[in-house]
Structures are given as C-alpha cells and as structure tokens.
C-alpha cells in the first residue's frame, strides 16, 4: 500500500532514522544546498554521506513499492518500442515488461499521477512501478535502445568480413573497435584479451572473474592491435618488448578509461585492455556482501582512533572498493582525512584525495610523511608494497593517527609474515595492528534462472555438511549469457587482533597457534563464509571451489 503526502517524511529524516546519517550531515548537506541548489538527496550522494541504494532502498521501504536491480533484467524490445528514449529519459523510467495486464515499468522517484497517465496513453496498460536507482535507470536505457538498433555481435561479425577481405587494407579498423568496446560494455567486461594464435585472432572477455571468448577474426586483422597501440599512445614500431599505454572513451554516454598492456610471444603481440569506468558507484558493506554480524565487527576497528587497518587478498578481489565503504561509516564531518592512491579510483569530496606521481618523487612512503604535517586523523595508503611504504604506515599508525591500507597475502593471519618480510619488527606489528580484512570475489547465482536441486555427496562432503537436502544454482539464461551466475559477491575473514593476539605477535608466536587463538575469539575462515552462502543460495559448490580451491580451511 502506497504512503499518503500527509505521512510522507522528508528525505533525511527518514534517512536518519534508519542510522544511515545523523542530523550533522543533514544540516551540512543544507549549507551545500544552498549554493548549490541540488536537491538533498543529491547533495547527500555527492557527499558520500549515503549512497544511491541507501535512498531508494529507504524510499522503496517507505511507499511501499518494491526494490528492483535493473542490471538484472533484460527489457523486452516490443515494450521499450512503446515509448521514444527521451520520454524515458527525461521521466527517468525503464518500461521492461508487460505482466498480468500490467505494464512493469522502474522509476527513480515517486510516481506522480501524470506520470502514470502517460505510461497509460502510450501502452493502454495501468503501469505497475519499482523503484530503481537513477544511474542505473540512465544507463540501462541508453544500453537497451543502442543495442536493439545495434545488433553488435551481427555488427562485428559484418566488420570482420569486410576487413578480412580488404587485401589492400583500405578499409579502417576504428568500426571494429568501436564495436568490440562496446560489446564488452553489453558484457560487463572487466578484460578484454586480444590473443594472436597460429591461425586465427582470439578476442575474449573476463566477466565477473571468468575469461570467456566472445568471437575469433583472421590473423590479418593483427592491425587491430596495432590501431589499439595507437590510439593508446605506443610505439607501434617496437614490437619486440612489452608496453604499456591508455586511452578513454565514450561508450552509451558514460566515460571509461582503458589502460592497455602487451607482451610478446611467438605468434605476436598480445593484448590486454582493462576497462575501467571513471565514475564508480561507492557501494556499502551490505551491498558488497558482509553479513551483518561482520559489518559491525568491521566498522569498530575503522573507528578506531589509532592504530593500521589491513585489507589483503589478490588483484582485483575488490580490495579498495572495500576500503572505500569503511571509510564511509567515519565521521567524515569530524575527521581529516588524506588519502595516497594509485589512482584514485572512489572520489569523496570530503576526503583530500591524491595521486601517487613516482617521476616527480611522490611515493606512497614519502606522501605519508609529507601527511603527518597536515594534522591528519586518517591516513588511506593505496598499497603497502616495500618495506619504506610498510615502515612510514606502521610509525603512523604508532603516533596516534589510524592508517588504512591494502596488502596482497593469501590470508588474514598471513598478513603477520607478510609484514615481518618487509622488515617491520614483530614489537611494532603487535603494537599497531588492529585488524585485517581478507576478500575473495565469488560470483553469485543469477537470480534469472535459479533453480534448487538435491547436491551430491561431493558437495556434501566439500561442505562438511551431511544434512544439506537442498542448494541452488543458475540453468543459464539470456541475462547471464548461460553461464548461471550475475555479478559477484565478497567471500571474506576478518581477524580482529586483541590483547592476547597481540601478544602472541610481539613473541613471533607460531602461525597456527595464532590462529587457534583467533578462533576461540570467534574468527571465523574465508571457507567458512563461504560455505554459508553456498548454503544460503548466493553462490554453488563449484565456484566456491574454483575460487577456494580443493583444498579447504579447517
């Protein structure tokens, strides 16, 4: 049932209520306004102080209008032929399926009878709405309409032929790779691999974790990737050594950036393009995966007033992203935070954000110093990766600020070695460490194409768990691209270091004693996480073992 305006509450009160902000952001939120002329709501998700999901989320809950993520939906084309893009755009609404008479249409506000009256005139039907959030509403618009006018896989394989057969190569290549950027945005591409073989061209996509071919092309299309050397500023006549470039772009109205690497091999040069959007959506801990219970746990040690705060796990496990979300339960209003970064990935307009510069001597070491005369509270190091970095990091840590920072070790209690091998003394590890966060990403079970099934003794005994009668996976669908599984979620451990643990640390006590210790306190390992939400239906037993591997914690 829909709220009454009489009983609606304003924006921030209803944020606040639920402990989202306190009346602190709101009334600095009104200082901005007041330049600015934004809406709260808007001057709140620029601050950082809430994010986009936080709103609707609170709005959805409110007007009773159900939550609906439109990355996990493909609007029907017959339904979007109903309306012109800019009816959808300017009413920021995604018309995407006609069910039970009813036209299903996502909105990012509250509808208003206008608003409903023209859905009506354009599809004859009563539109039935959820509330989605505006970017992704934008994006998905702009995404649907271009690639049911542009079929691009029928585009590609078009581009691919007529190339393959101009032998005096008139024919540019800039279509072919407008076109591939852009099927790996349709894709949710993270990579794309360009492979020369003996004979052919390999282009692939990672995708959520997962490298996937998409299509092949004759190896006399090699000039792709000289034309991609270019626009990304390499030398194109040094093929002998790796190189390393960038570019951006434009793709369906949203800014990316590409950063381009090559190595040599026998068949030739290979390509690597990593696809980065410029402007990333900060998410909270709820929406990259902790469970409640941990969200606490996590949020009490970024409050702490002194002390380093390790996040630890492989390239691309989301570390930063999980950085930036504990950032975001500080008091930012209260609290000076400087940041070093490599690049500067999230930006919060309250943090003094900047970059690592090696030419100009800007090191993560030497920012940190140059910090220590700018009063700071918080310190965010982008990565802890030599021994002068781990040095200033921890003698900050020790003279009253709190650091933030990332480290690759395969696990929580491995951060404690890691830290001794870049030559920090066990005394002071004891003294500043107060806790670290180890992630893996795991992708989730799509939610298009689920169905249960009765696991098998494997899964079982994989488990450790005799009475599971029932888990869940993905058939595959037109949404996962049959794969079973949309998008990824964190898989994680947390080691909090108490006193006992600390002293453990300071005698260079045995690893697993250590770890016994950890878990009489409650710790918990990244397999038993894990195993929980296999349990729970988020992800399977195959992909708990293609990320953990066969060999479990105990």
């Known amino acids: 049932m829909e709220t009454s305006a009489r009983h609606r509450k304003p924006l921030g009160e209803l944020l606040k209520e639920k402990g989202i902000i306190t009346e602190s952001h709101i009334q600095f939120a009104i200082q901005e306004q007041k330049i600015t002329r934004e809406r709260i709501g808007e001057v709140l998700e620029r601050l950082c102080f809430v994010t986009e999901y936080d709103v609707i989320i609170s709005?959805?809950?409110?007007?009773?209008?159900?939550?609906?993520?439109?990355?996990?939906?493909?609007?029907?084309?017959?339904?979007?032929?109903?309306?012109?893009?800019?009816?959808?755009?300017?009413?920021?609404?995604?018309?995407?399926?006609?069910?039970?008479?009813?036209?299903?249409?996502?909105?990012?506000?509250?509808?208003?009878?206008?608003?409903?009256?023209?859905?009506?005139?354009?599809?004859?039907?009563?539109?039935?709405?959820?509330?989605?959030?505006?970017?992704?509403?934008?994006?998905?618009?702009?995404?649907?309409?271009?690639?049911f006018?542009?079929?691009?896989?029928?585009?590609?394989?078009?581009?691919?032929?007529?190339?393959?057969?101009?032998?005096?190569?008139?024919?540019?290549?800039?279509?072919?790779?407008?076109?591939?950027?852009?099927?790996?945005?349709?894709?949710?591409?993270?990579?794309?691999?360009?492979?020369?073989?003996?004979?052919?061209?390999?282009?692939?996509?990672?995708?959520?974790?997962?490298?996937?071919?998409?299509?092949?092309?004759?190896?006399?299309?090699?000039?792709?990737?000289?034309?991609?050397?270019?626009?990304?500023?390499?030398?194109?006549?040094?093929?002998?050594?790796?190189?390393?470039?960038?570019?951006?772009?434009?793709?369906?109205?949203?800014?990316?950036?590409?950063?381009?690497?090559?190595?040599?091999?026998?068949?030739?040069?290979?390509?690597?393009?990593?696809?980065?959007?410029?402007?990333?959506?900060?998410?909270?801990?709820?929406?990259?995966g902790f469970f409640e219970e941990d969200i606490e746990a996590v949020e009490r040690i970024f409050n702490e007033p002194f002390g380093i705060v390790l996040l630890t796990g492989p390239t691309g496990s989301g570390k930063t992203t999980t950085l930036y979300a504990g950032i975001r339960s500080l008091d930012l209003l209260q609290k000076n935070v400087l940041t070093v970064e490599q690049p500067i990935e999230y930006h919060i307009p309250l943090l003094r954000q900047t970059q690592v510069n090696e030419k100009a001597g800007y090191t993560f070491a030497n920012a940190i110093r140059y910090f220590l005369r700018h009063d700071p509270d918080v310190i965010l190091v982008g990565e802890i990766r030599d021994a002068e970095t781990a040095a200033t990091a921890v003698a900050a840590s020790t003279t009253g600020h709190l650091v933030l920072s990332t480290m690759h070790s395969n696990s929580a209690i491995g951060a404690i070695p890691r830290l001794r091998d870049l030559r920090v003394r066990s005394f002071l590890i004891s003294d500043s460490l107060l806790g670290v966060v180890s992630q893996r990403l795991v992708r989730k079970i799509c939610e298009n194409c689920r169905e249960s099934y009765a696991p098998q003794d494997w899964e079982k005994e994989y488990l450790k768990d005799d009475a599971i009668d029932e888990l869940s996976r993905g058939k595959g669908c037109e949404v996962c691209g049959d794969t079973g599984y949309f998008g990824r979620t964190l898989v994680y451990e947390i080691l909090i270091v108490n006193s006992e643990i600390a002293e453990l640390i300071g005698q260079e006590a045995d690893l697993a004693e250590i770890g016994r210790v950890a878990k009489d306190s409650g710790f918990k390992d990244i397999f038993q996480v894990t195993a929980t939400k296999v349990r729970q239906g988020v992800t399977t037993t195959h992909e708990a073992m293609r990320v953990l591997g066969h060999i479990r914690q105990d």
């Not at 409110?62 to 959808?88: H, M, S």
């Not at 995407?96 to 208003?112: K, L, Q």
């Not at 009506?120 to 271009?146: D, Q, T």
């Not at 093929?239 to 951006?248: E, K, N, T």
């Open 149 to 288: 006018e542009n079929p691009i896989e029928q585009l590609i394989e078009k581009e691919v032929r007529l190339l393959a057969q101009d032998q005096e190569m008139a024919r540019g290549t800039e279509n072919l790779i407008k076109y591939i950027l852009h099927l790996a945005v349709k894709r949710r591409a993270t990579d794309i691999h360009i492979r020369p073989m003996d004979r052919s061209i390999n282009v692939s996509f990672r995708v959520d974790g997962v490298i996937s071919s998409a299509f092949s092309m004759p190896v006399n299309l090699s000039r792709v990737i000289t034309s991609l050397k270019m626009k990304a500023d390499m030398d194109i006549a040094e093929q002998r050594i790796p190189q390393d470039g960038s570019f951006s772009e434009t793709i369906l109205n949203n800014e990316y950036d590409f950063r381009v690497s090559t190595v040599v091999s026998p068949e030739g040069e290979n390509m690597v393009l990593r696809v980065l959007p410029t402007e990333s959506a900060i998410m909270g801990m709820r929406q990259l």
């Open 59 to 147: 709005l959805s809950e409110q007007e009773g209008i159900p939550y609906l993520d439109v990355d996990t939906i493909i609007a029907e084309e017959r339904v979007l032929k109903l309306f012109n893009k800019n009816f959808c755009v300017t009413n920021e609404i995604l018309p995407f399926r006609v069910h039970d008479n009813a036209i299903e249409v996502a909105i990012s506000s509250i509808p208003d009878p206008k608003l409903t009256q023209a859905i009506n005139r354009h599809s004859g039907l009563r539109p039935r709405f959820f509330l989605s959030e505006k970017k992704k509403i934008i994006n998905a618009i702009n995404k649907f309409y271009y690639f």
